[in-house]
């Protein structure tokens, strides 16, 4: 099979032919269609976490190719959605119905180093990792399920009550997933904070109260009918140095501000600005179940996840679309098809 092998930092990806991998009892065949660049797929090569010889990628869908022994309801040419993470389900985290932070879930997931992942012809996967797509959901559509996932997650980690008003800054694919999530779950306004002209046109679409320029509009003029004047739930999904800091500031005493996006810079903030305000200060990590939350929205055909598609790309073009999806970028999310 074809596959994009990590061969460290100055080659980057190269395409190799591999052996296809075979199912073990339990286990799954799957022949990939597309599996999505996702920015944690930077982290991981800029912190030095891929080893060398590692296939990774972990937004998948494809069809299934063959069948481990024991494995039951499914069969071959299903189409289908991967969720990567395997928690153990024996540690204090999976015990305590939290399998998302389990310390084995992301050391065993599929496409994050050790286990390899979508970036390939076929991957094998456990069948407790393999969700069935509908007729209704594409196999394009399908690979959103999974950072869909990890912005449900984060809502349902504020509390978000019915009729609550939201900002979220940095509206990339995740800020976006996340005003989708927020939508869904009944949020009355939701503003998106983006300076990025093509993705505030993309959001646009999707019907939000509003989409903001932070260079240019005041951020808090949409909450003027609140009683603060301000949101009570903000999301940082932009990950910068100094965007936690106005979260806080831009949150209205007594709310929360929710950590839904992944830096490995240090972040500055103002410890008083949360104190003095009594802010909940929420962070959000993966999923698990929320999976499942994942696929009905994307089922439910209220928002077009096909318009968050900004390219699709063939695997030998993985080294550079992993550099036009860095930041500052004005892609959206990037598929590779297989």
């Not at 998948?60 to 289908?80: R, Y």
């Not at 310390?103 to 076929?122: L, S």
Request: charged share 25%.
């Amino acid at each position: 099979m074809k596959a994009a092998v990590w061969r460290g930092p100055g080659e980057g990806f190269r395409i190799e032919e591999l052996a296809e991998p075979k199912p073990g009892e339990g286990e799954v065949l799957i022949r990939v269609r597309y599996c999505g660049i996702c920015g944690t797929d930077l982290h991981l090569i800029s912190a030095g976490l891929v080893p060398e010889g590692a296939i990774i990628g972990h937004e998948v869908t494809g069809k299934i190719a063959g069948l481990g022994a024991g494995v039951k309801n499914l069969k071959e040419d299903d189409l289908v959605a991967i969720r990567p993470y395997a928690p153990c389900g024996r540690c204090p985290a999976c015990l305590g119905g939290r399998p998302n932070i389990c310390p084995r879930a992301i050391e065993n997931a599929v496409g994050f180093g050790r286990v390899a992942g979508g970036f390939a012809e076929y991957l094998v996967v456990k069948k407790e990792q393999v969700w069935r797509l509908g007729k209704e959901v594409s196999p394009r559509e399908g690979t959103l399920a999974e950072p869909l996932a990890s912005a449900v997650r984060a809502v349902k980690r504020s509390g978000l009550k019915i009729g609550d008003s939201a900002l979220v800054l940095g509206g990339g694919p995740m800020g976006t997933l996340v005003g989708i999530a927020l939508k869904w779950a009944g949020a009355h306004l939701v503003v998106i904070s983006e300076p990025v002209l093509r993705r505030r046109n993309i959001i646009k679409n999707l019907r939000f109260r509003a989409v903001v320029d932070p260079e240019r509009a005041d951020l808090l003029k949409f909450f003027d009918e609140l009683p603060w004047k301000k949101p009570s739930l903000v999301f940082d999904c932009a990950g910068q140095r100094d965007s936690l800091a106005q979260a806080i500031e831009l949150c209205a005493p007594g709310g929360k501000v929710v950590m839904a996006s992944l830096s490995w810079e240090p972040a500055l903030m103002n410890s008083m600005a949360c104190l003095g305000k009594e802010l909940e200060l929420l962070s959000s990590f993966s999923y698990y179940e929320e999976f499942e939350s994942a696929l009905d929205i994307i089922t439910s055909d209220l928002f077009d996840f096909h318009s968050l598609i900004t390219d699709i790309i063939p695997l030998e073009d993985l080294n550079h679309a992993l550099e036009k999806v860095k930041f500052p970028s004005s892609e959206m999310k990037v598929l590779v098809q297989i």
